[in-house]
Structures are given as C-alpha cells and as structure tokens.
C-alpha cells in the first residue's frame, strides 16, 4: 500500500520531536504492512465520512484516508487534532 501525505500532515510531523516522529514512522509501517497490527487500533471517526485514526502513543494520534491506491495521512498530533 502506498502513502500519501497532506501538506497538513507533514506540516504536523515537523512540529513532532524526533522521539515522537520515530514513533510515526515506526506505527506507519505497522500501517502499511498489516493494518490489522493491535498497536494501531484504527477505528472510524464519526464526526468525519472515510476519515480513520490510529494511535501513535496513548496521547498521539493519526488521521488517514484509505484511497484506491492506498492511505493518505491528513493530519498528525495531540488527540485534540480533530478540532484543529
């Protein structure tokens, strides 16, 4: 599966310290290898149509697409991304 991120996403991901951004990168292969991976726990978000999140850590959190072509990641951060 292919990844594809937003501008908000890489925008998030930069203000990440690089102990977090390790963890990203470490969760977005779960992602892309087995999206099924327990430590994801992807679940719908319901105020959104077709938006997921995973968990990062227990206070980080990502926000993805599933697209024909693969995931775009929208938005990376705190839980109160949803908000923003």
């Known amino acids: 599966m292919k990844l594809t991120q937003t501008a908000h996403f890489k925008r998030d991901y ?10 990203v990168d470490k969760q977005l292969g779960h992602l892309v290898r087995d999206s099924t991976h327990p430590s994801l726990r992807i679940k719908r978000v319901r105020r959104f149509k077709d938006v ?3 968990s990062i850590t ?7 697409q599933i697209t024909s072509s693969g995931y775009t990641l929208l938005r990376v951060g705190k839980h109160d991304i949803l908000d923003k």
């Open 14 to 23: 930069k203000k990440l310290s690089v102990q977090i951004q390790e963890r």
């Open 52 to 54: 997921f999140e995973g």
């Open 58 to 64: 227990r206070d980080y959190r990502f926000l993805f």
